[in-house]
C-alpha cells in the first residue's frame, strides 16, 4: 500500500520530523506563520535541501531524479506558478467539459487567459492541475486560502472523494482548526523546531 514516509527529516529550523501517511489519508500540519511549513512540503516535493530519508511506497526520494520524484509527489504551493497565456495550455489533451463540476467553471475555462483569473481560481485550477498528473502522494500548502466558506466546504469535499478515490497519502497545511477537524486522520503541529502530535496515530 502507497505510504509516504519522513524519518528524521530536518529543514531550516525544523529538526527531525519523522512521521507516515497511508494512502488515502489526511495528515494536516498546522503551526505558526514562518515556523517552517512550506518549506517541510518543498523538502518533501524535492525543492529544497534537507537531510534524513524521505520515500514513497518505499521507494528512497533519493533513487529518482528529482523530476520523477515530483510526478509522484504532487506539491500544490500557496502561490501557484502559471507558464502559458491560457488556461488551457496547463491542461493537455483536456477540454473544459472533463474539468470537475465541483471546481464551478465553465466549458470555457480552457480558454481564459491566466491573467485573469482570481486568486481563489487559480487555487482551484492548481489543484485539478495536480490530480490530472495523477501522483500517488499530494502535499498542499492552505488549499482553499483564498476561498469563501461555502467553496471552501465544496473544495474540501471534493478533495476528500479524490483523496479516498485515488488512496493518495496527502499531507495538508492548515491554519483553521475547524478545517483541521473536518478533514484530518492525523493533526501535527510545530512547536519551535519540534513537530508535535496533537491527534491521530504516528
Ligand atoms: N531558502 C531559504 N533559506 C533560508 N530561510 C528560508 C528560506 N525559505 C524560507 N526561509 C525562512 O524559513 C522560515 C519558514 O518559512 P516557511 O515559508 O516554511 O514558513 P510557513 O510556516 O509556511 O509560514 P506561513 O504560514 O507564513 O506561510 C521563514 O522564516 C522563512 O523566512
Redesign the pocket.
Known sequence: MTALRLENVSV?ALAKVSLAVPGGQVVCVS?P???????LLRAIADLEPHSGRISLSGIDQLALAAHQWRLQVGMVP?DSQWWFDEVGGHFPGTTGDRLPLALGFPPEVMGWSVSRLSSGERQRLALWRALAREPQALLLDEPTANLDGDTTISIENWLLDEIHRRQLATLWVAHDPAQIQRVADAHYQIDGTRLELVHGSD
Open positions: 531550516g503551526g506563520s514562518g515556523s517552517g511549513k512550506s518549506r500557496a
